[in-house]
T-cell receptor
């Protein structure tokens, strides 16, 4: 079975450019999470959706960040305009009614470098 | 204070050694606890859940101390393949809050 699929795997862009990261969760999972990982701050939750509805976006750093989940099989995380401090690995994860086992299935991540 | 705190390490141990990691959490209302493993430049993966009574999975033993708000992971007979970062993970309740990850403890098992 396919796992969580993220694209692009690597993105290098210049400050001020728009960045769109994409995620396809595991089929049948109803919860989707976006995390950001840096050396300094570790793995931080940005936002999560349940049944395509955003539940908690308190981790989104600022208005430059936005996330959507138009349907059960697709989500995007957009940064506009991007800044060098946004450089990080962005992980998407999904789960089915996440609470019972605590197991999130992560994608391989999108490594973003903003110059 | 961070919600979940871990010693970043690295812990450098020889093959066959026993090594233990601790993790503290700040929210006494936390309900569920887990250890995840993350290999270098890879995604995190669930290693094991942590139950109140303690639990074991092969060479791995997890323990929870609610009174002191800490979680531990013990690895016996370390293998080279155990080299990774171990992330302590907590959630505040079994409802709709997502998981909070510690920054991880790096383990390097040496031949």
């Amino acid at each position: 079975d396919a796992g969580v699929i993220q694209s692009p795997r690597h993105e290098v862009t210049e400050m001020g450019q728009e960045v769109t990261l994409r995620c396809k969760p595991i089929s049948g999972h109803n919860s989707l999470f976006w995390y950001r990982q840096t050396m300094m701050r570790g793995l931080e939750l940005l936002i999560y959706f349940n049944n395509n509805v955003p539940i908690d976006d308190s981790g989104m750093p600022e208005d430059r960040f936005s996330a959507k989940m138009p349907n059960a099989s697709f989500s995007t995380l957009k940064i506009q305009p991007s800044e060098p401090r946004d450089s990080a690995v962005y992980f998407c994860a999904s789960s089915f009614d996440w609470g019972s086992t605590g197991e999130l299935f992560f994608g391989e991540g999108s490594r973003l470098t903003v110059l | 204070r961070k919600e979940v705190e871990q010693d970043p390490g690295p812990f450098n141990v020889p093959e066959g050694a026993t090594v233990a990691f601790n993790c503290t959490y700040s929210n006494s209302a936390s309900q569920s606890f887990f250890w995840y493993r993350q290999d270098c430049r890879k995604e995190p993966k669930l290693l094991m859940s942590v139950y109140s009574s303690g639990n074991e999975d092969g060479r791995f033993t997890a323990q929870l101390n609610r009174a002191s708000q800490y979680i531990s992971l013990l690895i016996r007979d370390s293998k080279l393949s155990d080299s990774a970062t171990y992330l302590c993970v907590v959630n505040k309740d079994t409802g709709r809050r997502a998981l909070t990850f510690g920054s991880g403890t790096r383990l390097q098992v040496q031949p």
